[in-house]
């Protein structure tokens, strides 16, 4: 059985950092391209990063380039989000998705993927 474990939310201060970790089992993580998503209380599920299978394509959505970086470490079987200069319009919980595919990420978000973890809270205060 897949299990997809996120954890490293917190509260923050506006301006101040966090990195996300998103750790799963009971697959071949090298088989898994992986996004994080996020979705903020009366909002809609939004994608803000992914990375393909082996870490040489990610694609970010635009509010968060430049702060954010997705990454990965297959040998751990574990995907990270750093997020730096953290907006209070950030917050909302992170959740961590992966398909087995070994397509590039693109704009499409789609969110019916086979595996989903419970979601960590990121609150940013101004």
């Known amino acids: 059985q897949v299990q997809v474990v996120e954890s490293g939310g917190g509260l923050v201060q506006a301006g101040g950092s966090l990195r996300l970790s998103c750790t799963i089992s009971g697959t071949t993580f090298e088989d898994l391209r992986m996004t994080w998503f996020r979705q903020a209380p009366g909002k809609e599920r939004e994608g803000v990063a992914c990375?393909?299978?082996?870490?040489?394509?990610?694609y970010y959505t635009g509010s968060v380039k430049g702060r954010f970086t997705i990454s990965r470490d297959n040998a751990k079987n574990t995907m990270y989000l750093q997020m730096d200069n953290l907006k209070p319009e950030d917050t909302a919980t992170y959740y961590c998705?992966?398909?087995?595919?070994?397509?590039?990420?693109?704009?499409?978000?789609?969110?019916?993927?086979?595996?989903w973890g419970q979601g960590t809270q990121v609150t940013v205060s101004s």
């Open positions: 990375i393909n299978w082996n870490g040489d394509h990610t």
């Open positions: 998705a992966a398909e087995e595919t070994t397509y590039y990420c693109s704009a499409r978000w789609r969110t019916d993927l086979p595996y």
